[in-house]
C-alpha cells in the first residue's frame, strides 16, 4: 500500500480464522470465506502473526495462492512481550525491538508463503511511544528490501487519539476501531491521518458481530472471547444499543448488518473498511452491502447524533 488511493473500500478481517478464541472454526470454511470475497471483489485481506499462532496467516497464504497479485496483505507483529495493552510508561523496546520485527516478518512471509507483504503493522501501540528509533528503522529496512511495501500501527479500542502523533510523524498506514458504536475517530483522527496522507483502515464495523442483531437472544458460544474478556454487563449494554440502531434500520428496510456496514462505507476518509467473514455465506452477505451507495446524509446525521449524545457509545472493552 503505497498511496491512500491504493487501497480499496472494504478488506476482508481474519481474526476467527484462528480457531482459538473465536471458538472452532473449519479451515475448509475459512477458506471457502476467502474464496467468495474474492470473487466478489475483496481485494484487501487483514490478518496477524498471533491469530491462531500463524494459523490465519497460513489460511490466507494458501486460500489466495494463485490469486496473490489480485489482493492486498496486512499483517501484523505481534508485542514481544505480550503486553496487548501496553501502558505509556513501558517503553517500546520491550514489545518492539528491532530484531524481532525482522524475525517476525519473516515468520509471516512464510506463513503466507509470499515473498513481501503490502503492509505491515505493529499489533500494539501506546501513546506514549517515540515515533521514530529502532523500531521505525527495522520496518524502513524492510521496506526498502521490498519485503514490506508499507508500515503503520494498530491502535486500541479505547486509544484512537494515541495515534495522532505517530501519523503526524508519517506512517502508511493506521489501524483503528470505527463504527455506529464507536466513533471517535471522527472527531479528528481522520481528518489528520487524510492531510498526512496516513491510509486509514478501519476495524469492527460489526462491534464484533454485535451488530449482526444475532446475538440479541442468545448468549456468545463457549470458548468465545466476548464471553470470557469483555465486561459482565458488556452483551446487555449491547443489546440495548442494537435496539435504538435496529430501529432506525427497521425505518429503510435495512438489516442492521447492511446499516451498519453502510455506515462505515460511507466515511470519506476510511480508506478501508475490514470485516471479518467466517463463512462463504457472510462473505456474501457483507460484500454485497459493499456494492450498494453510500448512506444519505440525513441517515448518517441520525446515526451520528446517536454517537454524539451518548446513546450508543462503546467499544470491545466497554463503555467508553
Known sequence: MSTRQSMPRLGMGTWAFSGDVWGEQPEADSTAAVLEALD????????????????SERIVGAAVKGR????????????RNEVWGPPPEQPIGGGYDAAWIRDCCEQSLRNLGTDHVDTLLLHTWSRGWPVDGEWRDALEELK????IRGYGISVDDLGTSDADAAIDAGLDAVQLVYNVF??????????????????????????????TGKYQDRAFPAGDWRADWTPDDWLE??????????????????????LALRFALSQPKIDTVIVGCRTREQAAENFSAAAREALAPGLLGRLTSLWSDGTVR???????
Do not use: W
Open 40 to 55: 466478489r471483489g475483496c481485494t484487501l485481506i487483514d490478518t496477524a502473526q498471533s491469530y491462531g499462532s500463524g494459523r
Open 68 to 79: 496473490r497479485g489480485d489482493v492486498e496483505i496486512v499483517t501484523k507483529v505481534p508485542p
Open 144 to 147: 526498502q528490501a521490498g519485503k
Open 182 to 211: 464507536y466513533q471517535e475517530a471522527a472527531e479528528g483522527t481522520l481528518e489528520q491521518a487524510a492531510a498526512a496522507g496516513t491510509a486509514v483502515i478501519a476495524r469492527s464495523p460489526l462491534q464484533a458481530g454485535i451488530l
Open 314 to 320: 462503546g467499544t470491545y472493552l466497554g463503555s467508553s
Open 237 to 258: 449494554q449491547n443489546r440495548s444499543m442494537v435496539r435504538e440502531v435496529t430501529s432506525i434500520a427497521d425505518e429503510f428496510d435495512m438489516t442492521i448488518r447492511e
